[in-house]
């Protein structure tokens, strides 16, 4: 089954505890992207990769570090974690670039951080 | 003013009726249109992916853009309890480097059986 698969699905840590969120895609993807979800913010990039290698930051990039060693895994790190990262985790992923494919995005199930 | 406006609802319908969900935006260089469902503790799935102006038609859902009006709209037919979900709009310019999509906020949608 095509898929991304997150883990964890629920964390909750302390202040300052280094964590990884795992991501995983079976579809060769070249792209992927984590994504934060906040009420009344939606849905905000805060990292992409184009492919191997190649990362970029998105629109809230702070306090987060991303790697894409292997085409796909594309986990999210937080070195030192704090309570306003208490949120919803999305990993997507989709095709290499095509302007007229279809490109939307596959989502992850997400993982629940809650930094206390 | 955010570039994309949703009405976050929540909507709430009888089973079977027609529903309209709808996005406007500010940007006139949006190309690449999307819809997509969120249940409860899933991640967003993509429903309906459109490019430019026109409408599409996936089984119970229709896809509007209207680029003239920077409006968007997801009909759904005959609605069923399990369409109950929040619904996401998105948009991007083009499909450069970065896949960045511009996303609403989400409409929450109940169908009552």
């Known amino acids: 089954e095509a898929q991304v698969t997150q883990n964890p699905r629920y964390l909750i840590t302390v202040t300052g505890k280094k964590l990884t969120v795992t991501c995983s895609q079976n579809?060769?993807?070249?792209?992927m992207s984590w994504y934060r979800q906040d009420p009344g913010l939606g849905l905000r990039q805060i990292y992409y990769?184009?492919?191997?290698?190649?990362?970029d930051k998105g629109d809230v990039p702070e306090g987060y570090k991303v790697s894409r060693k292997e085409k796909r895994n594309f986990p999210l790190i937080l070195e030192s974690p704090s309570p306003n990262q208490t949120s919803l985790y999305f990993c997507?992923?989709?095709?290499?670039?095509?302007?007229?494919?279809?490109?939307?995005?596959?989502f992850g199930s997400g993982t629940r951080l809650t930094v206390v | 003013q955010k570039e994309v406006e949703q009405d976050p609802g929540p909507l709430s319908v009888p089973e079977g009726a027609i529903v309209s969900l709808n996005c406007t935006y500010s940007?006139?260089?949006?190309?690449?249109f999307m819809w997509y469902r969120q249940y409860s503790r899933k991640g967003p799935e993509l429903l309906m992916y459109?490019?430019s102006s026109g409408n599409k038609e996936d089984g119970r859902f229709t896809a509007q853009v209207d680029k003239s009006s920077k409006y968007i709209s997801l009909f759904i037919r005959d609605s069923q309890p399990s369409d109950s979900a929040t619904y996401l709009c998105a948009m991007s310019p083009n499909a450069g480097n970065n896949r960045k999509l511009i996303w609403g906020l989400g409409t929450s949608l109940a169908v009552n059986p």
């Open positions: 459109t490019y």
């Open positions: 990769s184009m492919n191997v290698e190649v990362t």
């Open positions: 940007n006139s260089a949006f190309q690449y």
């Open positions: 579809m060769n993807h070249e792209y």
């Open positions: 997507a992923s989709s095709l290499g670039p095509n302007p007229h494919a279809n490109y939307g995005y596959t």
